[in-house]
């Protein structure tokens, strides 16, 4: 590399370490604590788009690579109240998926639960720590936003919040994009319809077919930054939604036992790290996010 | 669970997020940059000992799951001068090894690395990140560690250093067993002989034979708390060092390949959390450490 490319990098590199430390602080200020990520398990999240099977054989039963921790963040909530965790994340995506720049097979993300919180409580909590970021990376990473020519706005909060449906009759199928790139501050998509998303997320009880949930999407045209919501926790809801989604039982029946168990009702979201990264150091594709880039059907180190 | 062990429970868990973030926060006093962590590469440390091993194919080409990310700490040193990282490390150790109360077969470790550093400069490091660790822990966990009833004593630092050949001769083939039971402060075990370990620790060019790397061992029987030294990084001696363990170019053709462009000279060391948190709390066993413990040979979730 020239000597500015390896300047640019190292401040990519700097500005995601403060990162690292800025989330991990302001999370702590407010009593959550920090567990371990899970790589391998017999659970993991089906995701509500195909991506290739990431599985290994351990001991004779069939395990599968973490493609989000959202049934062990599930877990973790029957000993601790609050949680997050720094959760790598292997999602074998289609090829084609290198295009959109903001698509790695294996990222980090803030993954984070409460229990008993509601939707709109979580997303106050991503406002208030999304501010705290923006202003200590304004001060802290000044010389490296500076080599990266990237100027940083604080936004106010609360962002501003639009539902799925008006999204998509004004702006059409490719209403995120154009979302995104229309907006100089993150905006909140709200209300997702239940055929958009996994069967984990909640109905609202008042508008079948409408889930608890919400999606964050930056700015500048960097599209999609966080997903999260409430979630179903009671059995009989949980099986009702796996059977609405054309899923049956046996898919997750590991999962499904611990369920019946008894799980609490809680909310989160989890915000991948690279994407965050490429937004806040303003560049063009994600693989510049990392150090060791992950590029959908490329063979990487 | 019962009340007192949920308690129990919470206690272990609240310690090693505080574990987490101490070793973080004095690892950023003395500049060092947090990285992300790799879990699939084709390249992964060989390890000493037989694991079985864990591969997936990613687009046609053949991944391995993370053993422990010393390459890529060589790697990251072309861009930054001083790296560590939480690092899931998977090796799925043979199912006896449960029987240790150490192993786990999937675990997180701090890993670090330091350009041109000498092992006797991370071994300070370590001492010192070390005693303002259990310091820490004393002032911030008092209460925790009360509910477990374990009492920390901060070590002194020189820690006492034994060399490996000396430590053989004076307990014999379970000196580090012994080692561990019969101190109450940590141990060095240095001068660790060629065979025992993998081709990237550097051999002492003034003592061929040995290498220029060190264990540290816990006390009161807690045994083996993590590996570290110098590394070989010129090409000649590495082609020559995989030789001498009848390994063959071809097995790390993906990595040899990197090393010929040039890596530079470094030392550095991996510590395993739940390892550190099984010492802090003075827990029985491994297990007890992991919220989501991965038992060599039994299905875990």
């Known amino acids: 590399m020239k000597t500015k490319q390896i300047e640019k990098k190292k401040s990519v590199l700097r500005i995601q370490s403060e990162i690292r430390k800025v989330l991990g602080e302001e999370l702590r200020k407010k009593d959550f604590i920090e567990i371990s990520p899970v790589i391998l398990s017999p659970i993991t999240d089906p995701l509500n788009h195909p991506t290739a099977p990431a599985r290994i054989d351990c001991y004779g039963n069939e395990y599968s690579v973490t493609q989000s921790m959202i049934f062990h963040k599930q877990l973790a909530l029957r000993t601790l109240d609050k949680i997050f965790v720094f959760s790598p994340n292997v999602r074998l995506e289609p090829s084609g998926r290198k295009e959109t720049g903001r698509h790695l097979f294996e990222f980090t993300q803030l993954d984070l639960e409460v229990k008993d919180a509601t939707r709109e409580q979580v997303m106050e909590l991503c406002e208030d720590i999304f501010i705290e970021l923006i202003k200590s990376i304004k001060k802290e990473c000044d010389k490296e936003l500076k080599v990266l020519d990237r100027k940083l706005k604080v936004p106010k909060k609360p962002f501003k919040k639009i539902k799925y449906e008006e999204a998509y009759q004004k702006y059409g199928e490719r209403f995120e994009d154009i979302i995104s790139k229309i907006h100089d501050e993150p905006i909140w998509l709200i209300d997702i319809p239940l055929k958009s998303r996994e069967f984990y997320d909640k109905e609202d009880p ?63 979201f989890g915000i991948g790290i690279e994407r965050l990264t490429r937004y806040i150091c303003g560049l063009k594709t994600i693989d510049e996010a990392s150090l060791f880039p992950k590029i959908p059907g490329k063979k990487c180190i």
Chains 1, 2 share one sequence.
């Open 206 to 268: 008042e508008h079948p077919g409408i889930l608890r949930d919400m999606d964050l999407i930056y700015p500048e045209g960097y599209g999609e930054a966080l997903s999260g919501g409430e979630r179903e926790y009671e059995f009989e809801r949980i099986k009702t939604r796996i059977h609405k989604k054309g899923q049956t039982l046996e898919q997750f029946k590991d999962y499904i036992k611990l369920a019946k168990n008894g799980l609490l009702p809680s909310a989160g």
